[in-house]
């Protein structure tokens, strides 16, 4: 959970507007403080090297991707081919060397960590593969914790983190701690603090990679409802049985992105 804590948005410069636009109140939908109807997820021209100068290490070249509300796409990519890189940037975990990225229509470039932690907050809602969950707190206070970060007062994060859990399947567990949950179940309960503060974007890198093949169906299936009921989503695999979930599928080959048509004739 380090990664979602305020304090771990990469620095930036400021910029006053979009500081206003972001410090609206925390428990109003995402959607609300954003453009309607433009897309989600807007890349131009995103370029990412790892070092500085002549170390410099290119990893991501020219990514130009729109999502836009409600889709749901699948990256597919080979191990090291970049994709949690560009996970990380779309998620504002990163930021990327050059190119443009709005997010609902907020240039995230423009923000300094604050005011990133607080729209990656209201904005985004992540899945990893190995769950995050901490463990020491239950399955609730888990669930609970992006509303502890967004203001949302206490007795609501309790009603809210219950309702959430049941959404998932997991009434029955939710005094659980993560040791007592299986594999399905612990992503469940990070699907649910995904969900929880009602994102415009679910973000998941591998949901299914720690799940055997049936508790990964089961997961795909929550994908599939929260997809019907208008979620928009980005979900990272390097399976082909889990990428064929998704409505459109985009390929990542060291670093540039390929429609399925162009990576045809691409060497893996
Ligand atoms: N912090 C970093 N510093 C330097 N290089 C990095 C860093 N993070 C990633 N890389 C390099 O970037 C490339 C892409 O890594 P990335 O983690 O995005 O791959 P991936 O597609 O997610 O792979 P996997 O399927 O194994 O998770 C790799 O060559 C990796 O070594
Ligand atoms: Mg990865």
Redesign the pocket.
Known sequence: MELLTPSSAPRHGRHARVMEEVTQPVTAPASQASSDNCPVVSLRGINKS??EGALA?P?LHDIDLQVEQGEYLAIM??????????MNIVGCLDVATSGTYLLSGTDVSQLDDEGLSRLRNRTIGFVFQNFNLLPRETAQENVALPMLYGGVPRSERIDRAREALEHVGLGDRVDFLPTQLSGGQKQRVAIARAMVMKPSLLLAD?PTGALDTASGEQIMELFQELSDSGATIVMIT?ERSIADHAHRLVFIRDGRLYTSEEVEGVAE
């Open positions: 790892y070092g290490v990893i990519g080979p191990s090291g081919s970049g994709k949690s890189t560009l591998e390097h």
